[in-house]
């Protein structure tokens, strides 16, 4: 898989967004998915999201 050399920002930053929170349609997954497989720009950008999503789902809640 080859991705693109990263640029400051990607027209598809809106898509990013409703993919990582699985509010995608299924033509707008799969268009997606096919444009993260040569975007650094939100390949790395999805990585970082899925990261925070996993440390916020294994927090405690706060015990006031």
């Known amino acids: 898989m080859t991705r693109t050399m990263p640029h400051t920002t990607?027209?598809?930053r809106n898509t990013l967004?409703?993919?990582a929170?699985?509010?995608c349609s299924d033509e707008e997954q799969t268009r997606f998915e096919a444009h993260l497989t040569h975007c650094v720009i939100?390949?790395?950008e999805l990585?970082?999201?899925a990261l925070l999503q996993g440390a916020i789902d294994?927090?405690?809640p706060d015990r006031a």
């Open 47 to 49: 990585e970082s999201i």
């Open 17 to 19: 967004i409703t993919y």
């Open 10 to 12: 990607c027209t598809e």
């Open 42 to 44: 939100c390949a790395t």
């Open 58 to 60: 294994h927090m405690e």
């Open 21 to 23: 929170y699985g509010e």
